[in-house]
Structures are given as C-alpha cells and as structure tokens.
C-alpha cells in the first residue's frame, strides 16, 4: 500500500474546537440528514426548525442513558441498520464532566490545596491532573472514541470548547481544546480533521470562520482553503464546501 493510493472516505470525523457562539452547532446541522443530536450542552434551542433528532443529557441523569444510545448506534451500524447519516456530540467538554462525576463518587480528594492534593507522611502534594479520577476521564474518553464513535457507519461530528492559554506573567501564548493538557494533546490526534471555529469583529460586526490548519486546527483535505467564511447560510455550509469543492460522496 502507499498512502497517494488513499482516496477519501465516504464519512468524515471531524473534531469542532471553539469558544461558545462561533455556530459549531449550526455547520454541524448542515451536514447530510437525518441527523442525531447527543446534546449534553442544551443546544437544542440554537437548532430550533432545523431538522435535527436529538435527547437531551442533563448533568443529573448521570451517564448510563447517553451510554446505551452509543451502544445502540454502534450495533445498528455493525448490522447495516444505522438510519442516520451524521451523529453530532455537542460537547465532549461536558461530557467529561459525567465522567469527573463517576470518578469522584471513588476517590476521596477532600484533602485538595488549590490544584494539588496534600499526601500523608510528609510526601511532595500530587497535582490533580496525576490523581485516580483524572486517569479515569481519560480511560472513559477513550472508550467513547474508540469503541462508540469511530465504529460508527455515519459522519460523526464531535464539538469541544476552546481555552486561551497563559505564561506565568498572564500574558497569552496560545490555544487548546478545553481539557488537562494531557487530554487537550491527545484528543485531537483520534481524529482525521480537527477544525476552528473563529469569531472576528470586523467594521463593527462579527464574521465567523472556520479555519482548516492552524495552530490547532488541521485537514486531510488538500482542497481545501486555510480558513473560509461562515456566511448566515451555514445551513448549506457543508454543501456548499464539500459537495461542490471536493465531491465527497455521502449518498
């Protein structure tokens, strides 16, 4: 095999990275129908007339009900009976937090001093990012990606918010994905595409892009622009990039 013989796939996998209000959500819903919507960050109402099936994750319901939907999805798929074509997680930043959850009902960090936990006998304080609940979030988080989404027969669109990330002096030097560094690094590496989502204000009003590489953002899609504008039709967004620049075949 050489990888110049690669031709795209018929779905894409595409992690969404930005801050709130940048309208991951509303690209999301452009792609093809009909689409499924695991909403844990109460977007419903962003997609209100759109044609987006969706269930709602409140924090308190706990996991179990979003888990035996993945589950359900991956077995349609496997048995060819998947009826959606694009399922959208919004987000996987709050979905870390169910995670957290389950970890904190097993681990008692009632010692914690800021960010780190104190430790019997005189040992160095552990930070909290090395502690047992946060190696459970990333454990959880690779079962939900390798096991109940990349499985999937369908376009999987997976949104994470966006955090600015500071020197010792406050000063800005750059982005990630909003999760422990750790998470913030690996993340991204499960999936083919990683996008921006990209708020400017411009003449006294806001534009939205996309960017396609970046400094955090990427694609296998040579086609395609550095960045591109969302206009107020990022309803047909995906056919307008995709359909027509790159012909991907989702019928």
């Known amino acids: 095999m050489n990888t110049k013989d690669l031709k795209p796939g018929k779905y894409m996998q595409v992690l969404f990275i930005g801050k709130s209000g940048t309208r991951k959500s509303t690209v999301a819903a452009s792609f093809p129908g009909p689409r499924y919507m695991f909403d844990f960050d109460r977007r419903f109402n962003a997609l209100r007339g759109v044609d ?11 996991w179990g ?16 009976k998947l009826k959606y074509k694009t399922i959208h997680v919004a987000s996987i930043t709050t979905m870390m937090r169910f995670f957290l ?3 904190l009902d097993y681990y008692d960090i009632a010692d914690k001093g800021g960010f780190r936990v104190s430790r019997k ?22 079962v939900v990606i390798n096991e109940y989404l990349m499985p999937l027969s369908c376009n999987v669109i997976v949104e994470a918010h966006e955090q600015s990330c500071f020197d010792k002096k406050g000063n800005v030097i750059g982005k990630k994905m909003l999760a422990s560094d750790t998470l913030a690094e690996l993340v991204p590496t499960r999936f083919d595409e990683t996008w921006e989502f990209v708020k400017k204000r411009q003449s006294g009003q806001f534009k939205y892009y996309i960017r396609f590489r970046g400094e955090i953002a990427k694609t296998t899609y040579r ?17 307008e990039i995709f359909s027509k620049l790159i ?3 989702n019928s």
């Open 52 to 62: 987006v099936d969706f269930d709602y994750y409140p924090y308190v319901k706990g």
């Open 65 to 80: 009900k979003a888990e035996g939907m993945f589950r359900k999805f991956v077995s349609e798929s496997l048995d060819g």
């Open 101 to 103: 959850k389950e970890a």
């Open 121 to 142: 006998g005189g040992a160095d304080p552990l930070l909290l990012t090395d502690m047992p609940h946060f190696k459970f979030v990333h454990q959880a988080l690779d």
């Open 223 to 239: 086609e395609l622009p550095d960045e591109v504008e969302i206009t107020n039709k990022e309803d047909v967004f995906y056919d």
């Open 247 to 249: 012909n991907v075949d």
